[in-house]
C-alpha cells in the first residue's frame, strides 16, 4: 500500500521546509496584519505611520552624498564581484574597537547584506538540522522563519515584563542536550532595554556551566541591530565582552535608517575559540547561502558611512514628548534606553482591539501579539514630528474609550 505521506510529499508544489515557514502561526498573523493595515494607511491621507522602524522624512544630505561619492568608480573593477572588502572590513573593526573596547580585527568582520543575513550566516556557522536555538519574547519577528529555514529548532523563553530583563532562570530552564544557540538582542526590539553588565555577566556564567553540563558548546548570537541608538548618554555593552563564543551580527540599516541598503555584517571576537575552523565555514557560506555579501556600492561607502548616523538626539525628544504626554494621559510607558522604539501596555487585554481602535482613528502601531506578547502594542519613534502631534489626541481619544 503506498503512504499517503510520501505521496503528497512527491506531489507537493513546495518544500516541506518552505511549507513550514508558510504555516508559522506568528509568521502569519504578521503577514495578515501588515497587510490589511498597509492597505489602510495608503488610502488615508494624514496618516501617523508608527509601525516599522520606516524614515518619514527626507534622508541627511550626508548619508545622500556617501552613496552618490561611492557611486563614481575610480578604476575598472569598481563594479566587479566584491567579498570581504578590505576598506570596508577595516572601518567596521575600527568603529567596533571604540564602540566596545574589544580589539577586532579587519580579518575578525564578515561583510553580509544587512543584519538577516547575518544572523542566518552566525547560525547555519555553528548549528545543524535539529539543533536547538533559544531566544526571548518578546522577540523580532523573523527570527523563527531564520531558524526554521536553518533547518533548526525555536525554543521560546518569556523575559520579564515588569523589568523587560532577560529572565536567565527560565533560560537556563529551557537548555537541553540539542541546545546550540542562544540569541540575545540588545539594545532590545521591541522594549529599547539595554542589558547591564552584571546580567551579561551572570548570562555568560550560566552558558559556560551548562555547555560543561550537555558536554557541547553553547553559542550566542548577539544581534546588535541598534547598539548605535543609545540614548540619555549610556554606555552600550555587548555580551562578546563577557562570552568570547559569541558571534555579533550587525546592521547600518537602523544606523543611517536606510533598512532598503542592506548591509551590515558578521564579528567574531579576537577570543572565539576554534577560529581556524569557522573562517572557511563563514566565507563558504557567505557565498553558498547566494553571494549574501553587500553590493559593492555600499562596501565603497562604508568607510565613509561608519563615521557618522541619524540624529539620535532627535529620535531622544520624541521619545520623551511620547513619554510625557502618553503618561499623562494615564498610559504606563516605561522609558526605553535604546532602539527607535516605545513598547507600552495596552489600557485592554485585547491589544488587537485596541489598536484597532488607533486605527479608526488614523494612527497606526503594531499590537504586541505579533510579538508574541499579548497585551502590549509598540510605537516607532521614526515618525516624524508632525505625525507625533497630530497623533496625541487621537491616543488620548482612544485611552478614554477604553475605560469602562
Not at 563594479?79 to 576598506?87: D, I, M, R, V
Not at 536567565?168 to 540575545?184: C, M, Q, S, Y
Not at 572557511?280 to 562604508?302: D, E, R
Request: glycine fraction near 6%; charge should be negative.
Amino acid at each position: 500500500m503506498n503512504d499517503p505521506t510520501a505521496t503528497a510529499k512527491s506531489t507537493s508544489a513546495v518544500s516541506n521546509r518552505a511549507a513550514q515557514l508558510a504555516s508559522i502561526p506568528s509568521f502569519q498573523r504578521v503577514d495578515a496584519y501588515l497587510r490589511d493595515s498597509s492597505s489602510r494607511r495608503k488610502s488615508r491621507t494624514g496618516g501617523c505611520d508608527f509601525t516599522f522602524g520606516n524614515p518619514h522624512q527626507m534622508p541627511p544630505d550626508r548619508y545622500v552624498n556617501t552613496l552618490r561619492d561611492a557611486l563614481t568608480p575610480q578604476n575598472d573593477q569598481w563594479f566587479a564581484y566584491q567579498t570581504n572588502g578590505e576598506a570596508a572590513r577595516e572601518a567596521a573593526a575600527e568603529s567596533l574597537q571604540h564602540l566596545l573596547d574589544v580589539p577586532f580585527r579587519p580579518e575578525d568582520i564578515y561583510l553580509t547584506t544587512g543584519g538577516f543575513a547575518a544572523i542566518a550566516l552566525a547560525l547555519k556557522t555553528v548549528a545543524d538540522p535539529g539543533d536547538e536555538v533559544i531566544y526571548s519574547l518578546p522577540p523580532w519577528f523573523l527570527y523563527e522563519p531564520l531558524i526554521l529555514e536553518a533547518g533548526l529548532v525555536p525554543v521560546k523563553v518569556k523575559i520579564d515584563t515588569t523589568t523587560f530583563d532577560l529572565d536567565l532562570d527560565a533560560i537556563e530552564g529551557a537548555i537541553t542536550e540539542r541546545t546550540r544557540v542562544l540569541i540575545v538582542n540588545s539594545p532590545h526590539n521591541p522594549t529599547g532595554r539595554i542589558y547591564p553588565p552584571e546580567l551579561l555577566l551572570r548570562l555568560a556564567e550560566l552558558l559556560e556551566a551548562a555547555s560543561a553540563r550537555i558536554g557541547r558548546r553553547i553559542y550566542l548570537v548577539s544581534d546588535e541591530a541598534y547598539n548605535r541608538i543609545v540614548f540619555d548618554g549610556l554606555r552600550f555593552h555587548s555580551p562578546v565582552e563577557y562570552y568570547p563564543h559569541t558571534l555579533l551580527a550587525y546592521s547600518y540599516g537602523k544606523t543611517h535608517l536606510s533598512p532598503g541598503q542592506r548591509v551590515g555584517y558578521l564579528a567574531l571576537p579576537p577570543a572565539m575559540p576554534h577560529r581556524d575552523e569557522m573562517e572557511p565555514a563563514i566565507t563558504g557560506l557567505q557565498v553558498a547561502m547566494g553571494w549574501v555579501y553587500p553590493n559593492a556600492l555600499l562596501q565603497h561607502a562604508l568607510p565613509e558611512l561608519e563615521q557618522f548616523s541619524i540624529d539620535v538626539g532627535q529620535l531622544q525628544r520624541r521619545r520623551d514628548r511620547l513619554i510625557d504626554m502618553l503618561g499623562g494621559m494615564g498610559y504606563r510607558v516605561w522609558r526605553p534606553e535604546g532602539t527607535f522604539y516605545l513598547y507600552v501596555p495596552s489600557p485592554i487585554p485585547d491589544d488587537l482591539a485596541f489598536t484597532e481602535s488607533l486605527a479608526r482613528r488614523d494612527v497606526f502601531v503594531f499590537p504586541g501579539v505579533l510579538f508574541e506578547t499579548p497585551g502590549f502594542f509598540r510605537i516607532s519613534l521614526t515618525a516624524n514630528d508632525d505625525m507625533i502631534e497630530r497623533s496625541l489626541p487621537s491616543f488620548e481619544a482612544a485611552m478614554k474609550e477604553s475605560r469602562p
